[in-house]
């Protein structure tokens, strides 16, 4: 697996993320016994739905295990003031619509949250690719399969 970059705030919700799975174990072990002690466990739809949210908290444990360890934390303090890097949100405006967007730039896409004003995408997407250490009044073409996008920079968004 490659190493994968990404913010120390984005490290450490998935270390957290990472311990809640692991203090989910003995409330599904728990649920686990409780079904078994119900008897018959060929027709027990209680048992058979622990042991399958088990199977899914172990896979989820164990995929975060091996995402953490291939991460690399980058250290965004030395990044150069108006320069878009990892962590950095930005107000775009597309020049082909007029419209404008927001735009945070991350090494780790988590679940998508539709009720965001704010757009993650990685830095390793080609957005984030054509974002990663531009500024303020720059001018960017993202090709994608449709065609090429064009963006002007307009705003670095300083977190409150």
């Known amino acids: 697996m490659e190493s994968q970059l990404v913010t120390k705030e984005e490290k450490l919700k998935l270390e957290a993320d990472l311990k809640a799975m692991i203090a989910k174990r003995p409330i599904i072990a728990k649920d686990i016994g409780e079904a078994r002690e119900k008897g018959d466990l060929k027709e027990n739809a209680d048992y058979h739905a622990a042991r399958e ?24 303090s030395d990044v150069p ?10 107000k775009l405006k597309d020049l082909n619509s007029g419209d404008f967007e927001l735009v945070r730039i991350v090494g780790e ?45 307009v705003e670095l968004i300083v977190a409150e």
């Open 81 to 90: 003031e108006g320069m878009i890097f990892l962590g950095t949100t930005v």
């Open 109 to 153: 896409v988590g679940e998508i949250d539709v009720d965001s004003e704010v757009m993650e995408v990685s830095a390793r997407s080609p957005l984030g690719e054509a974002l990663m250490r531009a500024s303020v009044g720059q001018k960017v073409n993202v090709n994608v399969p449709r065609g090429t996008l064009k963006y002007e920079i």
């Open 53 to 76: 949210e088990y199977s899914r908290n172990e896979a989820h444990i164990k995929h975060l295990e091996n995402r953490l360890k291939s991460l690399t934390v980058v250290d965004t």
